[in-house]
Nanobody
Framework: QVQLVESGGGLVQPGGSLRLSCAAS????????MSWYRQAPGKERELVAT????????GYADSVRGRFTISRDNAKNTVYLQMNSLKPEDTAVYYC??????????WGQGTQVTVSS
């Protein structure tokens, strides 16, 4: 069955770094655009970063551009989110998302990122 399994979340101090991973299985990973979303308590889920199924045309929310980097390894069926210079306002549950050109969408279960001193 389809699975998206996030890992790498945790507690980090402001200014620190984390790298999230999302391992995919059960579908043809290379045909799907991959994205990271996040949802903070009391707020709507928001798009953080996205990467197409092929090529290097990544996109970022204004709030993370220059600090976060999304990448993918199609050989490993994995997408990553490198997060640097973390701020308390980056605290949220981070979700992995897969979407193909037909609109078929899958979600992971989420991983908690907490930025606090």
């Amino acid at each position: 069955q389809v699975q998206l399994v996030e890992s790498g979340g945790g507690l980090v101090q402001p200014g620190g770094s984390l790298r999230l991973s999302c391992a995919a299985s059960g579908f043809t990973f290379s045909r799907y655009a991959m994205s990271w979303y996040r949802q903070a308590p009391g707020k709507e889920r928001e798009l953080v970063a996205t990467i197409p199924n092929a090529g290097s045309s990544t996109g970022y929310a204004d709030s993370v551009r220059g600090r976060f980097t999304i990448s993918r390894d199609n050989a490993k069926n994995t997408v990553y989110l490198q997060m640097n210079s973390l701020k308390p306002e980056d605290t949220a549950v981070y979700y992995c998302n897969a979407r193909d050109r037909f609109g078929t969408t899958y979600w992971g279960q989420g991983t908690q990122v907490t930025v606090s001193s």
